[in-house]
């Protein structure tokens, strides 16, 4: 394996909420799972993490636990979903949704990022993660490794469910370019 995709713990209030770039803070459970995380996750040489704080405080007690160097690189952030951030699903309007989701990769009817530039910088981050030494644990977020699995899936990938805390291994092979494996 090359790249270990860590999705953060679960954040406090996040259940039925669009918080792609809302910082939340974490549940009170956190330091029961990062203590999982740091005894269950497979070898790794170094951390890269997202800037977020559900991400970056998971990633600095993983680093400490595992003593492993940790960087922040900001390409792994969660998407952008503009004026939809902090609104409930189920508030936001239905013709907006139903825009989205006809276009996923290329529609931004919340005014924010689309999916398209999300996977464009996510893989740009996981493929420069590759250039130095592996495994790598990447602590980021669902959308991140949704655009990772799309890489090799297309569009099942983003569909994907991944939950808190899960992790998804990709091999030495892996290439962020859509339809690669």
């Excluded at 704080?53 to 900001?74: E, F, Y």
């Excluded at 390409?75 to 951030?85: I, K, P, S, T, V």
């Excluded at 936001?92 to 910088?121: K, S």
């Excluded at 030494?133 to 569009?155: T, W």
Aim: charged share 20%; glycine share 12%.
């Amino acid at each position: 394996m090359a790249l270990i995709l860590l999705r953060h713990t679960r954040p406090e209030g996040a259940e039925g909420l669009c918080y792609g770039r809302t910082d939340l803070p974490l549940a009170d459970d956190f330091a029961a799972e990062a203590a999982r995380l740091a005894r269950d996750l497979p070898p790794f040489t170094r951390i890269l993490t997202s800037p977020l704080g559900r991400c970056l405080r998971l990633a600095q007690a993983l680093a400490a636990a595992r003593a492993r160097p940790l960087s922040i690189d900001p390409r792994l952030a969660e998407m952008d979903f503009g004026r939809w951030e902090g609104q409930r699903w189920d508030a936001i309007a239905r013709a907006e949704l139903d825009l989205w989701a006809a276009d996923l990769t290329g529609a931004r009817p919340h005014g924010g990022e689309t999916v398209a530039e999300l996977a464009a910088r996510s893989r740009a981050a996981l493929n420069a993660a590759l250039t130095g030494p592996v495994p790598v644990l990447v602590v980021c977020h669902a959308g991140v490794i949704k655009s990772a699995l799309a890489a090799g899936q297309g569009a099942a990938g983003w569909r994907a469910q991944p939950g808190y805390g899960s992790w998804l291994e990709l091999g030495p092979g892996w290439q962020g370019e859509e339809g690669s494996k």
